[in-house]
């Protein structure tokens, strides 16, 4: 592997490096550089090429570097304390796809996508990079395996795909309005908010989207490509079906007046992170600022409960009412505490 680093200073000038963009609706060509300007290693920040993947790739076949020991220990799942075995390795996952035992890794971070993987029992790797956030490289390392081994995969049955040329179906405001509310995952930290925008839903996930109606209850993610479902039960709940994320649950949105989003602006210092949050008021909305990161409009869930960034903020009060901190969690880490230092 000749082309591969953990890069480790941001500023750093690497030879015929890809350049990662994401859209950005308010300049003048649509688009905008997304790359990592942290000197953050390990879980990112891992520079490399189709080739060396390549010649990485090889090595569990030739075990020419680190034997067999160290490959099988990559191999190796973890255990809860539940005593349940998880498909997730050393820096491996685990499982099977379309009956074909298969293990690799997807990566992203700001507009840069990856995805690596391997079918060991045919002997078929693919690797694709991608520098756009809508790449989906998931999708294309399969669909370029299904190319080669597609003869002995299972079927499956799936929903088509959202077809852009697809009609719009009209809904009754009511409709839309039925679906409207803040969807909590299985997995705690996983949440999104819809909300109507005259007779338009969007999702509220870190970035918004539009879904847009193509049929009963299904909607296209214009942009990306996707199709999610809302399942109506009988008893007036409703279930969101995203793909490859499961199923959410909805529940009613908390709608703060100005004064009580007033509240919240402040100074807020993570002793465990050693940053700082700063929220401020603006155009009657609550904003997120932080002295690296693009700011961003905090999105209201549940009571005393915001998105920021993609991920949830929890807010916690004193004895007497007022904010004291919140703890954010994400897919990796929970309950990161943030206390206010200032107002």
Not at 7 to 13: N, P
Not at 27 to 45: E, Q, R, W, Y
Not at 87 to 115: K, M, N, P, Q, W
Not at 175 to 194: C, D, H, K, N, S
């Amino acid at each position: 592997m000749e082309a591969t680093h953990f890069h480790d200073d941001h500023e750093m000038i690497v030879r015929n490096r890809a350049w990662a963009y994401a859209p950005d609706p308010e300049g003048a060509f649509g688009l905008k550089n997304s790359i990592p300007d942290f000197d953050v290693v390990g879980a990112t920040s891992l520079f490399t090429t189709v080739h060396d993947m390549a010649a990485w790739d090889r090595n569990f076949y030739t075990r020419q570097v680190g034997g067999d020991a160290a490959l099988e220990r990559l191999r190796q799942r973890f255990t809860l304390n539940s005593g349940d075995t998880i498909g997730y390795a050393h820096g491996l996952s685990t499982g099977t796809y379309r009956g074909l035992r298969s293990e690799g890794h997807g990566g992203a971070d700001a507009g840069y996508r990856s995805d690596f993987v391997r079918f060991p029992d045919q002997a078929l790797s693919v690797a694709v990079l991608c520098n756009f956030p809508s790449a989906n490289p998931g999708g294309r390392a399969r669909r370029v395996a299904a190319v080669y081994l597609g003869d002995q995969m299972e079927d499956v049955v799936a929903e088509a795909p959202a077809d852009p040329s697809a009609e719009t179906v009209p809904m009754s405001q009511e409709a839309l309005e039925r679906l409207a509310g803040v969807y909590r995952g299985e997995v705690p930290t996983q949440i999104v908010r819809i909300r109507l925008d005259g007779d338009t839903l969007r999702a509220d996930a870190g970035a918004p989207v539009v879904l847009r109606p193509i049929g009963e209850n299904r909607f296209e993610v214009v942009g990306q490509g996707s199709v999610v479902t809302f399942r109506v039960q009988s008893d007036g709940s409703v279930q969101l079906e995203a793909p490859g994320q499961g199923r959410f649950d909805r529940s009613d949105a908390w709608e703060p007046t100005r004064s009580e989003l007033e509240a919240f602006a402040g100074l807020y210092h993570s002793e465990e992170l050693g940053t700082e949050y700063r929220l401020t008021m603006e155009d009657g909305a609550l904003w997120f600022h932080h002295r690296k990161l693009d700011s961003q409009r905090l999105t209201p869930t549940i009571e005393d409960s915001f998105i920021i960034r993609g991920d949830e903020a929890v807010f916690t009060r004193d004895r007497t009412g007022l904010i004291d901190g919140f703890t954010i969690s994400d897919g990796r880490v929970r309950g990161v505490r943030f206390d206010r230092s200032g107002g």
